[in-house]
């Protein structure tokens, strides 16, 4: 049976979890977790949540907050599996602090050739660790960004992800990679410094880690985009990607603060 582009997107989200997180699977989803990075939702989250019925909403729940209450912790992200409707999760999990993040899957459908940024150099992340920690801390606010920071290096140990760090006069202006989990290419962790070039830099980038997925002849490379931002959409589409589904999963959080 053929994979769809949400279930292939689900599948490499729960391999990512896996670089930083322990796993324990409850009644209605899986758990995962890490003590060390417990300030993001990436490390504390319950995926694959399926409720047979509307009414086991309030005791999946309950047995949620109580496991991750087990282990000090607190559940900061739920992520329905594949088919489990939401329309009842959304104003619940709303009620309960959670924000709704919906993004657009986009699946490859055709290879575009395009131009690297001049005076731009690309290397990977594991020979760069120090300027690779540097392009969290350029992106957001002090606490957030040593934490992701500090996730982000420890992923680097995972031999299926190549990240790559954009350098512009030995200073870092861009970070992105790709993970491969088993036929499936996950382009991600897509970040640009702001500048007049900020969209050269995003498309050397993307064209850098599509050329990797090329030569790995990987069959499925997806990207996520956020609902909101069309213009990145358009640019994904650009470069031959083709909207797929739309995703929602629920952070506990200042809305993008840990992705």
Do not use: N
């Not at 409850?26 to 939702?41: C, D, K, N, V």
């Not at 990436?42 to 047995?63: G, M, N, Y």
């Not at 009620?95 to 709704?100: A, D």
């Amino acid at each position: 049976m053929e994979r769809s582009a949400i279930g292939s997107f689900l599948r490499a989200a729960q391999a990512r979890c896996g670089q930083i997180c322990e796993k324990e699977t409850l009644e209605f989803g899986i758990a995962y977790y890490s003590q060390r990075f417990a300030a993001i939702p990436d490390a504390c989250q319950l995926r694959e949540v399926w409720l047979p019925d509307s009414s086991k909403l309030t005791e999946a729940f309950r047995q949620s907050e109580a496991w991750f209450a087990s282990k000090g912790l607190r559940c900061l992200r739920w992520a329905a599996a594949e088919g489990q409707p939401i329309d009842r999760l959304q104003p619940f999990l709303i009620e309960r602090g959670f924000t709704p993040q919906e993004s657009v899957v986009m699946g490859l459908g055709r290879w575009v050739e395009c131009a690297s940024a001049e005076s731009l150099r690309i290397l990977p992340a594991r020979a760069m660790r120090a300027v690779f920690r540097e392009t969290f801390l350029a992106e957001g606010g002090a606490a957030w960004a040593e934490a992701l920071a500090d996730a982000a290096l420890e992923r680097l140990d995972d031999p299926q992800l190549d990240m790559f760090v954009a350098l512009r006069d030995k200073r870092p202006v861009g970070r992105c990679g790709l993970h491969q989990v088993g036929d499936i290419g996950q382009v991600g962790d897509l970040w640009v410094a702001e500048g007049r070039d900020s969209l050269d830099v995003e498309a050397a980038l993307l064209h850098y880690v599509l050329a990797l997925a090329k030569r790995l002849a990987m069959p499925t490379v997806l990207v996520q985009a956020p609902a909101a931002d069309t213009a990145q959409q358009e640019r994904f589409a650009s470069l031959g990607f083709v909207a797929a589904a739309r995703h929602v999963e629920f952070d506990r959080v200042s809305p993008g603060a840990a992705r």
